[in-house]
C-alpha cells in the first residue's frame, strides 16, 4: 500500500485548508482511514479516522466541529477538511490506512503517507 498526501501549506488563522491523500497498491474498501498529525518536538496524535464505508467518523476534540473527514471509494482518496484554522493547528499532517477497523490509536495503522506540512500563522 501506498499513500501519497497532497494540500499543505502556510495560512493565516481562520482560513481553510484541504488534504487529499490517495492510496494505491491495494482495494481502497478494505481499509478504514485516519489523519495524524505531528507539530516539532510533540508526538504524533490522532486527527480524524473514517471507516471502510465512510458512514463512522472519529474526530480528536481539538478539531471536532471545525474539521470534517471523508472518502470517495471510487477514487480511491480520503479528504481532510480544515475550517478556522488556528495556530495550534501547525504541524505535518500523515494519512494512514487501517485493515477493516476504524481506530483511533496509531498502532492500529499500518501504512502512512510522508506527511504534509500545515503552517497557520499571521
Known amino acids: 500500500v501506498q499513500l501519497v498526501e497532497s494540500g499543505g501549506g502556510s495560512v493565516q488563522p481562520g482560513a481553510s485548508m484541504r488534504l487529499v491523500c490517495v492510496l494505491s497498491?491495494?482495494?481502497?474498501?478494505?481499509?478504514?482511514m485516519g489523519w495524524f498529525r505531528q507539530a516539532p518536538e510533540k508526538e504524533r496524535e490522532f486527527v480524524a479516522a473514517?471507516?471502510?464505508?465512510?458512514?463512522?467518523?472519529r474526530y480528536a476534540n481539538s478539531v471536532k466541529g471545525r474539521f470534517t473527514i471523508s472518502r470517495d471509494n471510487a477514487k480511491n482518496t480520503v479528504v481532510l477538511q480544515m475550517n478556522r484554522l488556528k495556530p495550534g493547528d501547525t504541524a505535518v499532517y500523515f494519512c494512514?490506512?487501517?485493515?477493516?477497523?476504524?481506530?483511533?490509536?496509531?498502532?492500529?495503522?499500518?501504512?502512512w503517507g510522508q506527511g504534509v506540512q500545515v503552517t497557520v500563522s499571521s
Open positions: 494512514a490506512s487501517a485493515p477493516y477497523t476504524i481506530a483511533t490509536l496509531p498502532g492500529f495503522y499500518d501504512d
Open positions: 497498491g491495494d482495494t481502497f474498501e478494505n481499509y478504514a
Open positions: 473514517i471507516s471502510r464505508s465512510g458512514d463512522d467518523m
